[in-house]
């Protein structure tokens, strides 16, 4: 891995007139390198860098069954109103059948 190089910023005022004064602001680049097992395991034996994730997948499920409240004890809704649409189908069948005879 690419060892950082650490610098020196300067911090002065600059007016229009000078175009010469620029200011020296150290870089941090990430690079990306591949997935070893060296690098599995310092990525693992370290907690912060995936406890957070952690704690927010686990705050994200906890609210989102704290929306929901607690579910019905019936059948699901999509299945309760399918039977209730045919229900009322078949009792429109027959008033009409009756309605013709």
Known sequence: MHEKISGD???QA???EDEE???E???DVAVNEPLTWKSFLNIVS???TWLPA?????TCVLVLFLALGPLPAGPPPSLALLSFI????????RR???HES
């Open 21 to 23: 004064v620029r200011a």
């Open 46 to 48: 370290k907690p912060y």
């Open 96 to 98: 009409h059948r009756a």
């Open 14 to 16: 600059v007016s229009d």
């Open 25 to 27: 602001i150290p870089l």
């Open 54 to 58: 952690l704690a927010y997948m686990t």
């Open 86 to 93: 045919l229900a009322r189908a078949r009792r429109t069948s």
């Open 9 to 11: 910023a300067r911090v």
